[in-house]
């Protein structure tokens, strides 16, 4: 099955400086990458997702970019404010029936004032 | 389009009991997911279905857990005879299907088992 691994685990800056979050997938069949922003006690909100096709998507602040050779993808946040803190969770999913999403271990954003 | 919904949000249960959850999907998403959420993990998948159909199971935990979509729009997932291994968060999230992988998350129900 998929396998899917984040890092780093832990990440704080300083506001208005960039964020950066590395995911690597194993199955070069996964053709689906969504990351997912979650905030204490609530659930994943999904905040920007790339398909197998693009190299990479940007919306506002946020950006992914997508190595398909290398197996992996990462989020970028410019400009992060204090609301950027969370935690992040990357995902990758299959083309199959089923498109069940496999997660990563997650990434604590803390974005200092 | 008033997101997902899920009942109870926190359950707390004694050692033995069952309990069932409550998962009301994006109205006319046709693709609903089941995950469980251990402290400081991702999300781990459960089951998904489409439509009334249970289309995968086999990631279910163990024969003490099951899931229902009877008219093809809310769910349930019923664990039995609980055990303390089973504390954590269970999340719902749906999905429109057809050529759309997004799926949109609930709020989730955290469950403790005593």
């Known amino acids: 099955g998929e396998n899917v691994e984040q890092h780093p685990s832990t990440l704080s800056v300083q506001e208005g400086d960039s964020a950066v979050i590395k995911c690597t997938y194993s199955?070069?069949?996964?053709?689906?990458f969504p990351w997912y922003k979650q905030e204490l006690g609530k659930g994943p909100q999904l905040i920007i997702d790339?398909?197998?096709?693009?190299g990479e998507k940007k919306d506002q602040r946020i950006a992914v970019t997508l190595n398909k050779t290398a197996k992996h993808f990462s989020l970028h946040i410019t400009e992060t404010q204090p609301e950027d803190s969370a935690v992040y969770f990357c995902?990758?999913?299959?083309?199959?029936?089923?498109?069940?999403?496999?997660f990563g271990s997650g990434t604590q954003l803390t974005v200092l004032p | 389009d008033t997101g997902v919904s899920q009942d109870p949000r926190h359950k707390i249960t004694k050692r033995g009991q069952n309990v069932t959850f409550r998962c009301d999907p994006i109205?006319?998403?046709?693709?609903l997911y089941w995950y469980r959420q251990t402290l400081g993990q991702g999300p781990e998948f459960l089951t998904y279905?489409?439509?009334?159909?249970?289309?995968?199971k086999s990631r279910l935990l163990s024969d003490r857990f099951s899931a229902e979509r009877p008219k093809g729009s809310f769910s349930t997932l019923e664990i039995q005879r609980t055990e303390q291994g089973d504390s954590a968060m269970y999340l719902c999230?749906?999905?429109?299907?057809?050529?759309?992988?997004?799926?949109?998350f609930g709020p989730g129900t955290r469950l403790t088992v005593t």
């Open positions: 999230a749906s999905s429109v299907g057809q050529s759309s992988y997004e799926q949109y």
């Open positions: 199955d070069s069949a996964s053709n689906y």
């Open positions: 790339i398909r197998s096709n693009v």
């Open positions: 995902a990758a999913t299959l083309s199959g029936s089923a498109r069940q999403l496999t």
């Open positions: 109205s006319e998403h046709n693709r």
């Open positions: 279905f489409q439509n009334e159909a249970q289309l995968e």
